[in-house]
């Protein structure tokens, strides 16, 4: 018959349970106090960094981007406000906020041509053309981290994947299923016809009809019915071949 452990026992059991926590505890608060010295370290280097390669992180856009996947590494948001010391180091943070301005100006500018949805290449093209820069010198990045800080305006100004393409939304406008199908389709001519619809996804009638209207009650659509099949185009500028003929000027 096997004896039960006595108080002793429990009391000695006890013990040794807290002297596990005891040392677990300390050995969990030596790491913590390790990791923040490392990061107290890297955030220094990488300030000296900053320093040392200021007008490439200001001039080269790829230079730029890789500079700020090392920031994210270590907790740091060279963006997270225009003072303090990054702002002093590189004024990177004044870059990305009048980036944001132009791209609100640009989007309020358009939004009766697309509906507040507009192609994040063409969006791009029209910031060099405002800021009389060429395409290399800003990145499809930098557009996104500065759309990523108009969050704070509310709701829209985000940027959502339709097929190939990716789209800046800057309103509040909800896409279903049907709709991202139909800005997909959309992509290979600018355009999509209740037919091609019906044919190439397998709907009904009702289905597109409903679908397309939808689209056209949110600006996002345009008809044109000056063909001699006398089928309707709808066409979707937010999606549609960038013009070549826009003037420099243009917004």
Not at 161 to 167: A, D, E, Q, T
Not at 209 to 226: H, N, S, T, V, Y
Request: some cysteine.
């Amino acid at each position: 018959m096997r004896r039960r452990p006595g108080i002793a026992g429990l009391q000695s059991a006890a013990a040794a349970r807290d002297q596990y926590r005891l040392v677990g505890e300390h050995v969990a608060k030596v790491r913590t106090d390790l990791m923040k010295e490392q990061l107290a370290t890297f955030r220094t280097q990488l300030e000296d960094f900053a320093r040392k390669h200021k007008n490439d992180i200001k001039k080269n856009p790829t230079f730029r981007a890789q500079f700020h996947e090392m920031c994210a590494k270590v907790g740091v948001d060279p963006l997270a406000s225009n003072k303090g010391v990054w702002a002093e180091l590189l004024g990177i943070g004044d870059f990305y906020y009048e980036l944001g301005v132009q791209i609100v100006e640009i989007c309020i500018a358009t939004r009766s041509e697309n509906g507040g949805l507009i192609n994040l290449d063409e969006l791009r093209t029209r910031l060099c053309r405002r800021r009389k820069c060429s395409r290399e010198s800003l990145s499809e990045d930098d557009c996104l981290r500065a759309i990523s800080k108009l969050k704070v305006l509310g709701s829209g100004f985000e940027v959502i994947s339709v097929g190939r393409k990716r789209l800046v939304r800057s309103v509040p406008t909800e896409l279903n299923r049907d709709h991202n199908e139909i800005l997909e389709l959309a992509q290979a001519q600018g355009f999509v016809t209740v037919d091609q619809l019906e044919q190439t996804l397998s709907w009904t009638s009702g289905r597109a009809i409903d679908a397309l209207q939808a689209l056209l009650k949110e600006g996002l659509a345009m008809i044109d019915d000056g063909h001699r099949d006398g089928r309707r185009r709808y066409w979707f500028p937010c999606v549609a071949t960038i013009s070549t003929t826009s003037g420099p000027d243009d917004v």
